[in-house]
């Protein structure tokens, strides 16, 4: 050490000593016949920014009427 440069980088002990990486898909054994009957392959997540315009905002709207639905009734359980 003598202030010298360790070539060892170092980590703290929480620090994964590599990066996480996610798998690409998810796979569940029992869905594997009915992919296979699709034929569109493994399942993957949707990623909103690739739909075109009119779907993602009808996305969006649902997603958004769904969240305050959930708010209105738990304001109004906690009201009542």
Avoid at 25 to 51: F, T
Avoid at 59 to 71: E, K, N, P, S
């Amino acid at each position: 050490m003598n202030g010298q440069d360790d070539p060892k980088p170092k980590y703290h002990e929480s620090q994964p000593s590599r990066p996480y990486v996610p798998e690409e898909s998810y796979r569940d054994d029992h869905l594997n016949p009915l992919q296979r009957a699709e034929g569109g392959g493994p399942i993957r997540r949707v990623n909103m920014d690739q739909m075109p315009k009119p779907l993602r905002y009808f996305g969006y709207a649902i997603a958004t009427i769904f969240l305050l639905g959930i708010v209105i009734i738990l304001l109004t359980d906690w009201f009542s």
